[in-house]
């Protein structure tokens, strides 16, 4: 049945044209923006996942910033007590050359004191930051070094947990006391005493670099892992969310023909009343 009043295929056809223009509006938005998934009503499941993970990088992003000021105190720190391992050796040669008899015991000293008085130099001047991890105390306080490391997320949305990695300060500010426990030398007796103090001082520094290097190495491979991790999770936000460019292209053009096959329907089905009038001639 026709009807001058009601045109079917004109409603048919402006509902179909309603529609095309939404997912043709929809898809140069996408494009425009480089989202697919823009606000919680495009996809609320999906938005409020890639909110969590885009507040998680931003956390990581940080960390990465806290790690690498921690592998910058650790390294000052652990080049000073390789320094160090270097000037106890020096020491180590002068009293071994003192175990003679014919040899100026007092300019040994002399040389000794000098490399003692550049030990407790280095023992001062590596810190980073205020933070001296050759020293008892980090800080003056704490006798370690916290560095944030990670965020242990449980579940989806659930309780989000720190972890640190803590750096022990190694204390060669009282276990490499040389100017009060190396043995001064005087004779080949104090000198075999003095050989005796430095075996133990070189292997206390020995120690102490090797745990800040084990510190270091540690702290890179965090440093390393927490960057791959920030990649892999920006790498899965866009996955979720961003506009696949071929595919917004492809569609784009598809919905312009569907535009203009649609606007032509409303224009055939608007001019159908008029051929009503051909029965009244």
Do not use: C, Y
Request: proline share 0%; charged share 20%.
């Amino acid at each position: 049945m026709s009807s001058i009043l009601t045109n079917n295929g004109a409603m048919v056809a402006l509902q179909t044209l309603k529609n095309v223009n939404d997912e043709l509006n929809d898809t140069q938005t996408s494009i425009s923006t480089g989202k697919e998934i823009g606000s919680a009503k495009d996809n609320s499941a999906v938005w409020a996942i890639s909110k969590t993970m885009e507040s998680d990088i931003a956390g990581f992003e940080a960390i990465e910033e806290g790690l690498a000021m921690g592998e910058a105190t650790v390294a000052v720190a652990s080049a000073g007590a390789e320094q160090i391992v270097e000037k106890l050796t020096e020491i180590k040669e002068l009293i071994v050359s003192a175990q003679s008899e014919n040899v100026d015991h007092a300019t040994i000293q002399t040389d000794i004191d000098s490399k003692v008085e550049q030990v407790e130099a280095i023992i001062s001047a590596a810190q980073f930051n205020g933070a001296n991890l050759l020293k008892d105390t980090v800080d003056g306080t704490e006798s370690s070094l916290g560095v944030l490391a990670s965020l242990d997320r449980e579940g989806a949305g659930g309780t989000v947990t720190a972890v640190e990695i803590s750096i022990d300060a190694v204390g060669f500010e009282s276990s490499l006391d040389l100017a009060s426990d190396l043995t001064s030398i005087t004779d080949t007796d104090s000198a075999a005493s003095a050989l005796e103090d430095i075996e133990t001082f070189l292997q206390t520094a020995i120690t102490g670099a090797a745990a800040l290097g084990a510190d270091a190495a540690r702290l890179e491979d965090q440093s390393k892992f927490v960057a791959e991790l920030v990649d892999s999770m920006s790498l899965g936000v866009s996955t979720m969310t961003d506009t696949n460019m071929e595919e917004a292209s492809a569609r784009l053009s598809a919905l312009q023909t569907q535009q203009d096959l649609a606007t032509q329907s409303l224009t055939i089905a608007n001019e159908a009343p008029s051929s009503l009038l051909q029965l009244f001639r």
